[in-house]
C-alpha cells in the first residue's frame, strides 16, 4: 500500500519553512537534557536541511541553480525571521553546517525577486542583527563564520552605511590585532571592506571622523610591532588615499607635519614590503603643490637623507612607474 501515496517533494518554500520549525526548536531546546535523543535527530534534520538549501542557491556538481526556485526559497526565507533564527543558532550547529549556513547567508545577499534585493531590505530593519554578527570577532569559535557573513551583508551600501556609522567601527582596531591570526586577519579583510567599497559613503565617514579615526589608525596600526598588522595598514592607507573620492581627506593627510613623520619612519622599516608601500602614500606628500610650512621645514631639514635614500632605493623587479614617481619625488625635493 506503502507504495500508492508517495510524499510529493518538497518546494524550496517547504524546505525553508522546515528549516525555521527545526531552529525555533533548536533555540528553545538548546539547554535541555532530557531530550538529548530527541534534539540529536532534529539537529541531523536541520543540518541536512541546511545543505539542501545551499544546493538549491548553489546547483550541485550536475546542475546549475534554477532561478525560479532561488526566488522561491528567498522570498519565503524573508517572509520571517528566518535570516535572524539562523544567525542566532550559528553556535549550536556542527562545524559542517555552520559552513553551509555561512554559504546560504552569503548567496542569499546576492538574490534578488522582482528587481529587488530582499535581504537588503530585510537587513535594514534588523540592523541588529549587524550587531550579533560584528560581536562575533569575540568569540573563537564562530568569529570567521560571522566575519564571512558580515562581508556579505555589507555589500548593501546602507548597511556598510550603518557599520561605519556604529562604535563597532572603534572595535576593529581590537580586533585587528587580536592574537589569533586567522580572525584577526577576517577582521583586518573587513574592516578594508568596510573602507574601500562603497565610495561615496566611505568618503562621507572619513571626513566626518578624521580626527579620531586617523589618530586610531596612525597610533594602533601604522606603528604597530606586528609586521602584517603594519603592512596591511599602510597598504589600505595609500588606496584610501589614493582613491579620488577621498582627495580631500588626502589634501588632509598629507597636510600634516605629525603623518609625515610618521610616513618617514615607516620608508626606514626593515621590511622592503614596508617601505614600498609607505613611498606610494609619502609621494602623495612631495607632490603636494600647497605644502605647509612646517612640512616643507622638515623636508628642508631632512633633504641630504631623503636624497641619498631614494638614490639607492629600488624594487626587486623592473617597475617603470615606480621609477617615474621616484624620480618625480627626487624632484619635488631637490627642488624645495
Known sequence: MKGLFKSKPRTPADVVRQTRELLIY??????SRGTDAKREEKMAELSKNIRELKCILYGNGEHEPVTEACVQLTQEFFRENTLRLLIICIPKLNLETRKDATQVVANLQRQQVSSRIVASEYLESNKDLLDTLISGYENMEIALHYGAMLRECIRHQSIARYVLESDHMKKFFDYIQLPNFDIASDASATFKELLTRHKATVAEFLSKNYDWFFAEFNSRLLSSTNYITKRQAIKLLGDM??????SAVMMRYVGSKDNLMILMNLLRDSS?????????VFKLFAANKNKPAEVVNILVTNRSKLLRFFAGFKTDKEDEQFEADKEQVIKEISAL
Open 26 to 31: 533548536l533555540d528553545l531546546h538548546s539547554a
Open 241 to 246: 588615499l589614493l582613491d579620488r573620492s577621498n
Open 272 to 280: 622592503k614590503n614596508i617601505q614600498i608601500e609607505a613611498f606610494h
